[in-house]
């Protein structure tokens, strides 16, 4: 089975920073990756499909990159209501392994 | 559209449920669908897959043996039936539409919570 790496587990940064994180497939996925927003209480928002592209209505400080198996979701600039836990996902097939989430906090 | 859940409890180790999830406003029919599970503060984990009509179902390792997933497309209803339950199998379990990505909009439902403990 393939397995979803992501990192850091959780971070701190101060509002208008830039974070960056990394999700990593033990094997091939091509760029079938989702990047997830959840909020406490709330069910998982889509951000990012296709490794990279933006879903309609997200805000276009949020950003997806590859690079072979290793995938990164970049917030240009935190802001205050993107405290949230961010999931990667594959979707190369019907196994829809999830990453282990990272917690971000201001 | 609406994926509503239900069935989750309270349940002995070893114990079963069987969980629903009824669709509204959709199309039910034509789209496979997945259960996600996510436990007390714990991340999310992908359960199981179920293609629209049936033909075939994917498990989890954590899984596979003990749960079946199923469907009847005449009822709009997703199940989900747990047998041999543990403790590590609480969770908020969720019913989850199989999204074309770029093309379609993945739904969740609220969510049903299963708690195993005696």
């Known amino acids: 089975d393939i397995q979803m790496t992501q990192s850091p587990s959780s971070l701190s940064a101060s509002v208008g920073d830039r974070v960056t994180i990394t999700c990593r497939a033990s094997q091939d996925i091509r760029n079938h990756l989702v990047w997830y927003q959840q909020k406490p209480g709330k069910v998982p928002k889509l951000l990012i499909y296709a490794a990279s592209t933006l879903q309609t209505g997200v805000p276009s400080r949020f950003s997806g990159s590859a690079s072979g198996t290793d995938f990164t979701l970049t917030i240009i600039s935190l802001q205050p209501e993107d405290v949230a836990t961010y999931y990667c996902q594959k979707y190369d097939n019907a196994y829809r392994t999830f990453g282990q989430g990272t917690k971000v906090e201001i | 559209v609406q994926l509503v859940e239900s069935g989750g409890g309270v349940v002995q180790p070893g114990g079963s449920l069987r969980l629903s999830c009824v669709a509204s406003?959709?199309?039910?029919?034509?789209?496979?669908m997945h259960w996600v599970r996510q436990a007390p503060g714990k991340w999310l984990e992908w359960v199981a897959f179920i293609p629209y009509d049936g033909s075939f179902q994917y498990y989890a390792d954590s899984v596979r043996g003990r749960f079946t997933i199923s469907r009847d497309n005449s009822r709009h209803t997703l199940f989900l039936q747990m047998n041999s339950l543990r403790a590590e199998d609480t969770a908020v379990y969720y019913c989850v539409n199989d999204a074309i990505f770029g093309k379609d909009i993945d739904y969740w439902g609220q969510g049903t919570l299963v708690t195993v403990s005696s």
């Open positions: 406003e959709f199309t039910f029919s034509s789209s496979g």
